[in-house]
């Protein structure tokens, strides 16, 4: 079956444009992830940081 698969892959024209294409879209999305991150607020960190010691009522009863 991989190799019915790498043959495909081999004479099909344009494959190299969507690996490409998807190595772009990985970097993007991983760069703008990192710029989000590094520029989130100090305060919201911690209050994300803490929402699984919070003690909610609503779950408990």
């Known amino acids: 079956m991989m190799k019915n698969i790498k043959y495909y892959l081999e004479n099909e024209t344009g ?4 690996g490409l294409f ?3 879209i990985f ?7 990192l710029i989000y991150v590094y520029r989130m607020n ?5 209050e ?3 929402i699984p010691l919070k003690d909610d009522e609503n779950l408990i009863s």
Request: a negative charge.
């Open 48 to 50: 994300l940081k803490n």
């Open 27 to 33: 970097f993007l999305f991983f760069s703008g992830l």
């Open 22 to 24: 998807s190595l772009v």
């Open 15 to 18: 494959m190299d444009f969507f």
């Open 42 to 46: 100090k305060a919201e960190i911690d």
